[in-house]
């Protein structure tokens, strides 16, 4: 039987029957308010997803417009800057930081970015020829890049939430699907072996009457025996073989209409 | 989620692996970056038709995995395609990787990693 | 005078060099190639002026690799040129590369500045400024080795010699570096084109002043305005300035003192054609300005480099129109050049899709 295997190991007593039913409450409870988390966490994360969709279409325009200006360096300075400009980074102007931001008591990491002030690697890139456009095409970048900073944000949170929503959806179901009627088979077996055990009380206790019963008749007609052998010591003998018959009958009787 | 609390406070470069002119135009906007001697580890890799792909991983370990001060993984899409598994497997929320587009290789949506999930997410 | 004895060496390098400038693309073939959808269409616009060159390009190439293809066309008729000259010739033309060398022997100084395997270098250098004992040069492991190289090995020395030790290049930004080599070469060049005995006094000596003056000037202009807001000081920059050019000395010395843009735009006013151009570029207020090419804004004013760019053509067109000069051959490189930008300009506005900057190239034919 599945039903067997599908509750917790108690003893069926009333006490754990109590605790049982404080559990399934709390799990009821418990299973709301998650539900209610994961919808707000679900929406929000909807919400996300949209954003990162649009703004991953639209960086795929702002690269273009950057690839563009890098395009326009090339045009002006006559060369490509590619080994220089690797050859001459050294301390980035450009850095980011993390911020946070709570979402259904969820920390959802932003980054934000920023510019150091005062190391410039390129500032003579392009001096002689072409040093406008170098230094427009880092404006442009500078923009650019930030835009991916803010995807990378909505990204970050994105895989968190995702990751988050997981967790709450799978205690929701959790709940829902298992432990919510393993408390209710716990209960219902807990009811049901409490039932038993009522039901066999009340036999043994039938029996116990019913024996007692018995008991009383048959004390009874011992002394109601007695007392007549007392009185008729001297009567006939076969008036007391009469009387004997008599009264194993009625008992008998007693006992039919017990049962 | 309470481990990447704390680790996140210290990211605060920009890493990028792509072709010779992604990598420029991002150096140029200031987020090259060489750790002070002797490491002289760099946050970017030029990825050209001669560099091979155990180079591109290595480069994508350090940066995803070792580096405890990078924040954002820039990487060319076409790129990422070359690691693709390597892509795809990786669910860290720290640090983000992004796939850019190219200059010679437009931005196609169907091959991110993100957006993809993003699809499968909502069954579309 | 010079018209009697031009054509015994040299008039066949001129006949081939007209005819070059004549296979130059036109404005009819511009107009065409902005009509372009893809990269495949401009090559096939490109077909007939470039046919050969292009042939080897897979379809849809990268505007880098059509770009590469197009330098191939001028490296190989300017070697072809090249072999075919003697004398006082061959010497103009050695003279018109090494400009292309000094930006070759920069980058192998920043590889071996850096420590980097200067081999793999090679190939990016230039091809016009490829000379024969380059890879020797990559032997040198530090800069004292490379600086004697470069003093022994190319002909470069003498724009090293006097101004640069090899402490400076260490010391100093390769930027300057390279400025430094540049003034002295176009110091040497002016000086080369007016003092030799086949060149003083004939129209090679006249039309290449005038490109040259026209180059020491721009230079000038562009460090003055690059160098605003950079650590740059001013007497430093004043040594980057050519000693010739029509704003010499006046201009020079005002532009030595600028502060600003508007410095520069007094230094220039004493010749006419540099002080329209600041005039209709000095509405955007200059470098850091909203200057008019900034990302994604097209609009349709030019900067200033695109009307340097527009009249280095002018001049280098107007070379044509004289006879028994070598300048020809300078101003149809310069043109050749030109065009592959303008090729790659074309080629990137439409990989880009951007079609809305596409004009920004310069014909002038």
Not at chain 1, 103 to 111: C, Q, T, W
């Given at each position: 039987?599945?039903?067997?295997?599908?509750?917790?190991?108690?003893?069926?007593?009333?006490?754990?029957?109590?605790?049982?039913?404080?559990?399934?409450?709390?799990?009821?409870?418990?299973?709301?308010?998650?539900?209610?988390?994961?919808?707000?966490?679900?929406?929000r994360f909807r919400e996300i997803t949209r954003r990162i969709d649009e703004a991953k279409r639209k960086m795929g325009r702002v690269m273009q417009i950057a690839s563009l200006s890098l395009a326009e360096v090339t045009y002006a300075v006559g060369g490509n800057i590619g080994y220089q400009i690797q050859e001459s980074a050294r301390s980035a102007r450009f850095r980011i930081r993390a911020k946070q931001d709570n979402v259904s008591g969820v920390l959802l990491p932003a980054f934000e970015s920023y510019l150091t002030e005062g190391n410039n690697d390129f500032a003579m890139t392009g001096l002689g020829k072409g040093g406008q456009q170098v230094q427009r095409c880092r404006e442009t970048y500078a923009r650019a890049v930030e835009a991916l900073v803010e995807l990378a944000s909505l990204q970050t949170a994105f895989v968190i939430l995702d990751e988050v929503i997981k967790v709450v959806n799978r205690r929701v179901n959790a709940i829902e699907h298992v432990i919510i009627p393993r408390t209710e088979n716990t209960i219902k077996y807990i009811n049901s072996e409490l039932d038993e055990l009522d039901r066999e009380e009340f036999y043994r206790l039938k029996k116990v009457a019913n024996k007692k019963q018995r008991d009383t008749a048959a004390d009874f007609a011992e002394m109601k025996k007695r007392k007549e052998e007392r009185e008729d010591e001297n009567q006939a003998?076969?008036?007391?073989?009469?009387?004997?018959?008599?009264?194993?009958l009625a008992a008998e009787e007693d006992e039919d209409v017990i049962f | 989620m309470t481990t990447s609390q704390a680790d996140f406070r210290d990211r605060q470069f920009l890493a990028v692996i792509g072709?010779?002119?992604?990598?420029?135009?991002?150096?140029?906007?200031?987020?090259?970056?060489?750790?002070?001697?002797?490491?002289?580890?760099?946050?970017?890799?030029?990825?050209?038709?001669?560099?091979?792909?155990?180079?591109?991983?290595?480069?994508?370990?350090?940066?995803?995995?070792?580096?405890?001060?990078?924040?954002?993984?820039?990487?060319?899409?076409h790129i990422a395609d070359r690691i693709r598994h390597r892509i795809d497997t990786y669910t860290q929320a720290f640090p983000t990787v992004l796939e850019i587009p190219s200059k010679d290789h437009p931005y196609d949506p169907e091959k991110d990693s993100v957006l993809r999930r993003v699809r499968r997410l909502f069954g579309e | 005078?010079?018209?009697?004895?031009?054509?015994?060496?040299?008039?066949?390098?001129?006949?081939?060099v007209r005819g070059y400038r004549n296979g130059l693309l036109t404005g009819t073939n511009y107009t065409n190639m902005t009509q372009c959808e893809t990269i495949d269409d401009l090559k096939l616009q490109l077909g007939p002026a470039y046919g050969d060159f292009l042939a080897s390009l897979p379809p849809n190439p990268s505007t880098s690799s059509l770009a590469a293809k197009a330098t191939d066309k001028l490296v190989s008729e300017f070697r072809y040129v090249r072999a075919n000259a003697v004398g006082s010739l061959a010497k103009f033309m050695d003279?018109?590369?090494?400009?292309?060398?000094?930006?070759?022997?920069?980058?192998?100084i920043t590889g071996t500045l850096h420590e980097r395997d200067t081999r793999e270098l090679l190939e990016r250098c230039h091809p016009l400024g490829w000379f024969e004992t380059m890879p020797v040069l990559c032997v040198a492991t530090n800069i004292e080795e490379l600086y004697n190289s470069v003093l022994i090995e190319t002909p470069l020395a003498?724009?090293?010699?006097?101004?640069?030790?090899?402490?400076?290049?260490?010391?100093?930004?390769?930027?300057?570096?390279?400025?430094?080599?540049?003034k002295n070469y176009l110091e040497d060049f002016y000086h080369f084109v007016n003092s030799h005995p086949d060149m003083a006094g004939t129209p090679t000596a006249e039309v290449m002043s005038e490109l040259l003056e026209f180059e020491a000037d721009r230079r000038a202009i562009n460090i003055t305005l690059n160098s605003f807001g950079t650590e740059l000081s001013k007497a430093d920059r004043k040594k980057l300035y050519p000693n010739f050019g029509r704003l010499y000395p006046e201009g020079t010395l005002m532009l030595s003192r600028a502060d600003d843009f508007e410095g520069v735009r007094l230094a220039v006013d004493g010749v006419a054609d540099y002080k329209a151009f600041f005039d209709a570029a000095g509405l955007g207020g200059g470098p850091g300005g909203p200057g008019n090419m900034a990302g994604g804004t097209g609009s349709d004013?030019?900067?200033?480099?695109?009307?340097?760019?527009?009249?280095?053509?002018?001049?280098?067109?107007?070379?044509f129109t004289r006879q028994f000069t070598y300048a020809i051959v300078y101003a149809w490189v310069k043109l050749r050049e030109q065009e592959i930008r303008n090729i790659t300009w074309i080629a990137e506005c439409i990989a880009q899709n951007q079609k809305e900057r596409i004009g920004n190239y310069i014909s002038v034919f």
């Amino acid at each position: 039987m599945s039903g067997a295997a599908d509750r917790e190991a108690v003893f069926p007593t009333r006490q754990s029957l109590g605790i049982m039913k404080a559990k399934l409450q709390g799990a009821q409870t418990g299973h709301d308010l998650l539900k209610r988390k994961s919808e707000a966490l679900t929406k929000r994360f909807r919400e996300i997803t949209r954003r990162i969709d649009e703004a991953k279409r639209k960086m795929g325009r702002v690269m273009q417009i950057a690839s563009l200006s890098l395009a326009e360096v090339t045009y002006a300075v006559g060369g490509n800057i590619g080994y220089q400009i690797q050859e001459s980074a050294r301390s980035a102007r450009f850095r980011i930081r993390a911020k946070q931001d709570n979402v259904s008591g969820v920390l959802l990491p932003a980054f934000e970015s920023y510019l150091t002030e005062g190391n410039n690697d390129f500032a003579m890139t392009g001096l002689g020829k072409g040093g406008q456009q170098v230094q427009r095409c880092r404006e442009t970048y500078a923009r650019a890049v930030e835009a991916l900073v803010e995807l990378a944000s909505l990204q970050t949170a994105f895989v968190i939430l995702d990751e988050v929503i997981k967790v709450v959806n799978r205690r929701v179901n959790a709940i829902e699907h298992v432990i919510i009627p393993r408390t209710e088979n716990t209960i219902k077996y807990i009811n049901s072996e409490l039932d038993e055990l009522d039901r066999e009380e009340f036999y043994r206790l039938k029996k116990v009457a019913n024996k007692k019963q018995r008991d009383t008749a048959a004390d009874f007609a011992e002394m109601k025996k007695r007392k007549e052998e007392r009185e008729d010591e001297n009567q006939a003998p076969e008036q007391e073989a009469q009387a004997g018959p008599a009264d194993i009958l009625a008992a008998e009787e007693d006992e039919d209409v017990i049962f | 989620m309470t481990t990447s609390q704390a680790d996140f406070r210290d990211r605060q470069f920009l890493a990028v692996i792509g072709d010779e002119d992604s990598v420029t135009g991002l150096l140029l906007a200031g987020i090259g970056h060489v750790t002070p001697p002797p490491d002289n580890q760099k946050n970017f890799l030029v990825v050209d038709a001669k560099t091979d792909n155990a180079a591109i991983e290595a480069a994508f370990e350090r940066f995803t995995t070792e580096r405890k001060d990078i924040g954002i993984v820039l990487i060319n899409q076409h790129i990422a395609d070359r690691i693709r598994h390597r892509i795809d497997t990786y669910t860290q929320a720290f640090p983000t990787v992004l796939e850019i587009p190219s200059k010679d290789h437009p931005y196609d949506p169907e091959k991110d990693s993100v957006l993809r999930r993003v699809r499968r997410l909502f069954g579309e | 005078m010079e018209g009697l004895l031009f054509n015994v060496n040299n008039g066949y390098i001129e006949g081939i060099v007209r005819g070059y400038r004549n296979g130059l693309l036109t404005g009819t073939n511009y107009t065409n190639m902005t009509q372009c959808e893809t990269i495949d269409d401009l090559k096939l616009q490109l077909g007939p002026a470039y046919g050969d060159f292009l042939a080897s390009l897979p379809p849809n190439p990268s505007t880098s690799s059509l770009a590469a293809k197009a330098t191939d066309k001028l490296v190989s008729e300017f070697r072809y040129v090249r072999a075919n000259a003697v004398g006082s010739l061959a010497k103009f033309m050695d003279y018109v590369t090494y400009g292309y060398m000094i930006d070759n022997v920069a980058l192998l100084i920043t590889g071996t500045l850096h420590e980097r395997d200067t081999r793999e270098l090679l190939e990016r250098c230039h091809p016009l400024g490829w000379f024969e004992t380059m890879p020797v040069l990559c032997v040198a492991t530090n800069i004292e080795e490379l600086y004697n190289s470069v003093l022994i090995e190319t002909p470069l020395a003498p724009y090293f010699k006097g101004s640069l030790s090899h402490q400076d290049l260490d010391e100093l930004n390769i930027e300057i570096v390279r400025n430094t080599l540049y003034k002295n070469y176009l110091e040497d060049f002016y000086h080369f084109v007016n003092s030799h005995p086949d060149m003083a006094g004939t129209p090679t000596a006249e039309v290449m002043s005038e490109l040259l003056e026209f180059e020491a000037d721009r230079r000038a202009i562009n460090i003055t305005l690059n160098s605003f807001g950079t650590e740059l000081s001013k007497a430093d920059r004043k040594k980057l300035y050519p000693n010739f050019g029509r704003l010499y000395p006046e201009g020079t010395l005002m532009l030595s003192r600028a502060d600003d843009f508007e410095g520069v735009r007094l230094a220039v006013d004493g010749v006419a054609d540099y002080k329209a151009f600041f005039d209709a570029a000095g509405l955007g207020g200059g470098p850091g300005g909203p200057g008019n090419m900034a990302g994604g804004t097209g609009s349709d004013g030019r900067s200033l480099e695109d009307m340097f760019y527009q009249k280095e053509m002018e001049i280098a067109k107007s070379a044509f129109t004289r006879q028994f000069t070598y300048a020809i051959v300078y101003a149809w490189v310069k043109l050749r050049e030109q065009e592959i930008r303008n090729i790659t300009w074309i080629a990137e506005c439409i990989a880009q899709n951007q079609k809305e900057r596409i004009g920004n190239y310069i014909s002038v034919f």
